[in-house]
């Protein structure tokens, strides 16, 4: 069986994932962008790393670019076809509405 390791550098997808969210924990945004960016060129079915664009963009007051990956993401997840996760909308949601008092 592969090690974590060798399933990481096997899917390009996923290392600029890490490296996207690595960047943005840091408060890197540009680089955070650009490795989401390069995460969707290598797999553009991955509404995780669209979403997590879209946050990024939308935090940086970047709304129209927001609002497209957004809505790139809204369409694969309905079609069906993109490679997601929930947590991602669902915890940052939490998150915000907790911050506002919702």
């Known amino acids: ?6 399933l990481v550098h096997s ?5 600029h994932f890490n490296r996207a969210v690595d960047f943005e924990t840091r ?3 540009a680089e955070a ?13 991955d509404v995780r790393a669209l979403l997590r664009l879209g ?8 709304d129209e670019e927001a609002n497209a990956a957004f809505a790139t993401a809204l369409r694969l997840r309905a079609s ?5 996760s929930y947590a991602v909308w669902s915890d940052r949601a939490a998150s915000e509405s907790a ?3 919702g």
């Open 55 to 62: 946050l990024l963009l939308r935090d940086l007051g970047r």
């Open 80 to 84: 069906g076809i993109g490679r997601s």
């Open 1 to 6: 069986m592969p090690s974590d390791a060798t």
């Open 11 to 15: 899917d390009p997808a996923l290392l």
């Open 27 to 29: 408060g890197r945004c």
């Open 33 to 45: 962008a650009a490795a989401y960016r390069e995460a969707i060129r290598n797999d553009p079915t």
């Open 99 to 101: 911050t506002i008092g």
